[in-house]
């Protein structure tokens, strides 16, 4: 059963029990509690097409988004990211508890599903044949993430590329993608029929507004795929948009140093690397308009 | 049997979490991730091939620990290298302590070991030559608070914690092995006297075993508050035990060397808890009154992952200990000082402090 297949009362219902509510989000199973008003219908929203999992699963995270009992519960309310307990997370605006979750979940995943080399990468797929995204914040990747999923690749993820070093595939992780400030409106533009959540103002990444994943990406969450471009972009108002191969040692730097937990895994990140790095083709991205940076990767993956 | 229970017998017997039910393997992976003991676990069911029996999901846990584990082990060893070098031609030895000594030395209790910091011991004469070498080769000290220098250069066994500018491992440079304020004072000099070489490695030595099994019984049953390390720290002991303990004599000279450093009392305590934990061989000892007793069976094990969750007379017994270890630190006076200074300081920063969206 989904998540989509429950009333938002049942939801928040479900929630807010000692139990929480568990789904599957890619290779992970999530139980997440939390009392939160108006959360729910958000929460729907964004994993509607995400597989409930009954109690007895073995679950990946214990979550909480969990109200304090002092002052901050009725003055300029907050709501606290919990995993195990506390965690080093500020606390959010009660009314941000959206952004607050899907942050805390990209905040566990970082620390601790360090059986993957975790890539900061945006990943898209065609088929198995999977293209990533690595970038800086600003340099548009999930802008130009969203674009391409909007025009039918596969969504795995717009933050973490999750490869196993012992199998050198990556997970897919459906998830929302997060669009900061001018992106939505861009987004907005290049395909009105988007579902975006609503937009949050004044986070640390100043507007917020998260786009549903595509429901076959989430469907299709359980199939692997192998790295084939490694695609690094940066956007620049009114450029025409433009693709340049790079040599393979620049690419092994690339992926080194684009890893979270690169240092972490010692050897066998370097030889996940050193693996990745020979299956791939590299290139430079720079693009103004999400639609002509689509046509470039459209004809790059049929060549 | 409960969470905590469960757990020591699957670190002492790996085999036998892959017959608990799925929800009794989520909740020991969890307790044991609570306790900082993926790791151990992990080897642990690796050397009897049992991982590949458990579900992914546990073995993903597990191995996440593991990763993480050894890559503090790389760090920790790195350090010593490092430590190796800065003081080439200085004199000054490389003496490790806890953690660091168990990985240089290749203790099986190391594998998986969850290591934070590097900790090495130095006569106390020796200190400013030794601050001097680091500065030179790149460490920094992590604290310049006036306060906070004071407090460990006038009244604690080791001096402001240091950090190398490029890398996060901290480093702590003990003089000896409690407090200078402490009602405990065993003489480092003993200590040092009785030194090991670590084999192929001139100029790195650690303490003799039985200092080592002793160093770490003092800071668990004497100088710790049962926190979030005493279930690894105890493990540590029962390593120890088991490792040294069957070399002939060794349990006399264990006892005969607490009583020449005037440590019989967190000896004794040690001794009764592992072999009411872990069922460590130990030789005879006197179990320690009943209050400390009644404490620390509470305070040792986790109770549930969440450590908000733990039970009330469980949370009230590790504050009785946290209480306790700062009253065998100092003299009443100045802990009252000291402690009245750290609420004050923690209570400003609470009320100044304004935290962002």
Redesign the interface.
């Known amino acids: 059963m989904k998540i989509g297949a429950l009333t938002t009362g049942e939801t928040t219902r479900r929630l807010a029990s000692a139990d929480g509510l568990a789904w599957r989000a890619g ?1 992970f ?1 999530v139980r997440l509690r939390a009392d939160v008003p108006g959360f729910a219908g958000q929460l729907r929203l964004l994993y509607g097409e995400h597989r409930l999992v009954e109690t ?5 995270f ?1 979550l909480e988004l969990a109200r304090p009992w002092g002052l901050r519960r009725w003055w300029r309310p907050k709501v606290f990211f ?1 995993m ?3 965690t080093r997370m ?4 009660l009314d ?1 508890a959206l952004p607050l979750f899907e942050w805390g979940f990209n905040y566990a995943i970082a620390t ?4 993957y080399l975790l890539l900061h990468a945006a990943v898209v797929a065609q088929g198995e044949r999977a293209l990533l995204l690595p970038g800086l914040p600003g340099s548009g990747k999930s802008t130009l993430c969203a674009a391409l999923v909007l025009r039918g690749w596969r969504l795995l993820s717009d933050e973490f590329g999750l490869l196993r070093p012992s199998s050198g595939l990556l997970a897919p992780l459906p998830r929302s993608i997060a669009l900061k400030n001018a992106s939505i409106a861009v987004i907005r533009a290049f395909e009105p029929s988007a579902v975006l959540g609503p937009e949050f103002p ?3 990444k100043g507007t917020v507004a998260h786009l549903r994943p595509p429901p076959e990406s989430v469907r299709a969450q359980e199939q692997g795929a192998r790295p084939v471009w490694v695609v690094s972009p940066r956007f620049e108002a009114g450029a025409a948009a433009r693709l340049v191969p790079l040599p393979r040692d620049h690419g092994f730097l690339r992926l080194a140093h684009n890893a979270f ?1 690169y ?4 050897e066998r990140g370097f030889r996940a690397v050193t693996r990745m790095t020979r299956a791939c083709r590299f290139f430079d991205l720079t693009f103004g308009d999400p639609g002509e940076a689509v046509a470039l990767l459209d004809g790059l993956a049929a060549s | 049997m409960t969470g905590a229970a469960t757990l020591l017998v699957v670190l002492r017997q790996p085999e036998r979490l892959a017959v608990l039910s ?2 009794e ?2 909740f020991t992976l ?1 307790l044991a ?2 306790a900082g003991l993926l790791g151990p676990l992990q080897h642990g069911l690796e050397r009897s091939g049992l991982l590949e029996t458990l ?1 992914a ?2 073995r ?2 597990l ?3 593991r ?2 584990a ?2 503090r082990e ?1 760090a920790i060893l790195w350090e010593v290298d490092r430590l190796e070098r800065a003081f080439f031609g200085t004199g000054l030895p490389v003496i490790l302590l806890k953690g660091a000594a168990y990985a240089a030395l290749g203790l099986p209790l190391a594998r998986g070991r969850l290591m934070a910091d590097i900790d090495i011991l130095l006569p106390r004469a020796d200190l400013p030559q030794a601050e001097r070498a680091l500065q030179k080769h790149g460490w920094l000290t992590a604290t310049s608070d006036p306060y906070d220098q004071h407090y460990y250069r006038e009244w604690m066994h080791e001096l402001p914690p240091m950090r190398h500018c490029h890398r996060p491992t901290e480093l702590d440079i003990h003089h000896a092995i409690l407090p200078r304020t402490g009602r405990l004072q065993p003489d480092s000099a003993l200590l040092l006297q009785e030194v090991i070489p670590l084999p192929g490695r001139p100029g790195v030595w650690t303490l003799a075993p039985v200092d080592m099994v002793l160093h770490a019984m003092v800071q668990l049953f004497h100088d710790s508050d049962f926190g979030a390390n005493a279930l690894r720290d105890l493990l540590d002991l029962d390593g120890l035990l088991r490792h040294y303990g069957p070399t002939p004599g060794f349990g006399d000279r264990l006892l005969a060397r607490g009583r020449e450093l005037n440590l019989t009392a967190p000896l004794h305590a040690a001794l009764y808890f592992l072999e009411r934990f872990c069922q460590t061989p130990v030789p005879g000892h006197e179990p320690p009154g009943w209050l400390l007793r009644g404490l620390i069976t509470l305070a040792m094990l986790p109770d549930h ?5 733990d039970g009330t007379s469980v949370r009230l017994a590790r504050w009785c200990l946290y209480v306790r270890s700062h009253w065998l630190r100092m003299p009443p006076g100045l802990l009252v000082t000291h402690l009245t200074r750290k609420g004050l300081r923690r209570w400003k920063q609470h009320v100044w402090h304004r ?3």
């Open positions: 290779p199973v007895g699963e073995t679950n990946d214990h919990e195990d307990g506390p500020a606390p959010f605006p941000h601790r599903a360090n059986h004044k986070t640390r937990n240092e972490l895994q010692g | 799925a929800p393997q989520e969890r991730r609570r579900p999901p546990i993903d846990g191995e996440g620990g990763v993480v050894d890559s790389r992952p969440d450590p908000r969750r935290r962002g969206v």
